[in-house]
């Protein structure tokens, strides 16, 4: 049996091959290799396609986080509200400016923030004698978290709404799309990410002018009007060229590519649902799928994985520990109430392939594969 890989980032190249090689040959023939014109017209392209103001591109989804931390100049005594079922950087970058996360719980079906969790979160927070000053929600494995119901919590709280939409980015919110949400978001390019570039880049969005000035000051060291004049403390927060120029070719087949991934999930929901919990998105989201991830209990997920595997067919853990039992971030506080489902999801979950190439026939082998293990685990 032929191993498949978990993502197949070849079958995008193969189809964008020449395209990105003259790009990437462009830059490194016309030389301005950092703040070039692609990242110009990259940052004219995302805004558009996000339909927010500002497209701020940057090193990395982590920055991108940590840049809007810093112009929020948020630090000690100040708390911030997210998900603990995620990946570290959201809740990393908190600690890292010396504000408190402390850590809320998400809904079992979308994985996403619970917002009666948010509210006690925050009262966590007050009874802490901290100060909550804003929350970062997380668009896991690319489906938006619940807007509706957590915008309003934060304008009643006076909170800003941060948007981690690193997975989400490309996907909608009941016809709102994950970039335009929040006073402002950020995402990662990272490879495997729905949009990634090859290397490590990410992007800001936001319609606050203000904000977005602060921010490209911070990219550049803090940098004023006066190139030799930092007025800010700030760091090398910015986007090689070369990756700009290889995002702007990915960008003309993204939307195909979400269209292509909608299909890959529908084929899962189909071939699976009747055997496991498949994921839900919830009404009038589309989700960029970045994992298809089904749910198994706890005693089963290890002998499914091993039984998959050993059908040439791999298998991923996102995540086996939600950030408030690891090892650095135990030591924060947690919604009140605990946050249960969180370490429930992490026991339960397991994400399949899944990229926009899957083709039906190989999609079909993972299907049959995954309907066998299931059938011999309950037998
Ligand atoms: C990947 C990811 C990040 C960090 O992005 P990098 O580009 O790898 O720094 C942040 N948050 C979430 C939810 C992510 O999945």
Known sequence: MSQLPFIDLGAQRRRLGDRVDEAILKVVNHGAYVMGPEVTELEEKLAEFSGSAHAISCSSGTDALAMILMAKGVGPGDAIICPSFTFAATGEVIAWLGATPIFADCLPDTFNLDPESLKKAILKARELTLKPVGVIAVDLFGQPADYDAIEPICSQEGLWLLCDTAQGFGGTYKGRRTGSIGESAATSFFPAKPL??????????????????IIRSIRNHGQGTDKYDNVRIGMN??????????????????????????????RYNEGLGTQVITPVVADGCVSTWAQYTI??????????????????????????????????????????????????????????PMHPYLEEETQNRIIDAARAALASEAA
């Open 295 to 352: 749910r198994l209990s706890a005693e089963r997920r290890a002998a499914f994985a091993e039984q998959l595997k050993t059908e040439g067919i791999p298998t991923a853990i996102y995540y086996p520990k939600p950030m408030h039992v690891q090892t650095a971030y135990r030591r924060f506080p947690v919604a009140q109430g605990g946050l249960p489902v969180c370490e429930k999801l992490a026991d339960e979950v397991i994400s399949l």
């Open 237 to 266: 927060g910015r986007l090689d060229t070369i990756q700009a120029a290889v995002l702007l070719q990915k960008l003309e087949i993204f939307p195909d590519e979400i269209e292509a991934r909608q299909l890959v999930a529908q």
């Open 196 to 213: 990634g570039c090859y290397g490590d880049g990410g992007a800001i969005f936001t319609d606050n002018d203000a904000l977005a000035g």
